[in-house]
């Protein structure tokens, strides 16, 4: 069984910034891809930044240039770097492991972006 911990969330005002951390059970280069989505209320979970097994990386357009994934190996890390933050980036935030068939999710931690 994968298990994945998100930790990092938390209240932050508008321009701020926060990391999110995603520590995994095993080896993350288990998985094709690591990916951070996030969802806010009434909303659809949507992707927000995914890495691939060989390093390339994704990010929604709404948060291209502002976020960053990033992975410590060593660690079986992935991290979020969240930079100048919107009330608009209000979600929980989950971690994500891809290794086809099965996804694994972690239990999400909540980023709240508010004056």
């Known amino acids: 069984q994968v298990q994945l911990v998100e930790s990092g969330g938390g209240l932050v005002q508008p321009g701020g910034s926060l990391r999110l951390s995603c520590a995994v059970s095993?080896?993350?280069?288990?998985?094709?891809?690591m990916g951070w989505y996030r969802q806010a209320p009434g909303k659809q979970r949507e992707l927000v930044a995914t890495?691939?097994?060989?390093?390339?990386?994704n990010y929604a357009d709404s948060v291209q240039g502002r976020f960053t994934i990033s992975r410590d190996t060593a660690k079986n890390t992935v991290y979020l770097q969240m930079n100048s933050l919107k009330p608009e980036d209000t979600a929980v935030y989950y971690c994500?492991?891809?290794?086809?068939?099965?996804?694994?999710w972690g239990q999400g931690t909540q980023v709240t972006v508010s004056s």
């Open positions: 994500n492991a891809h290794g086809a068939p099965y996804d694994y």
């Open positions: 095993r080896s993350i280069f288990s998985f094709s891809a």
């Open positions: 890495m691939r097994f060989g390093g390339s990386t």
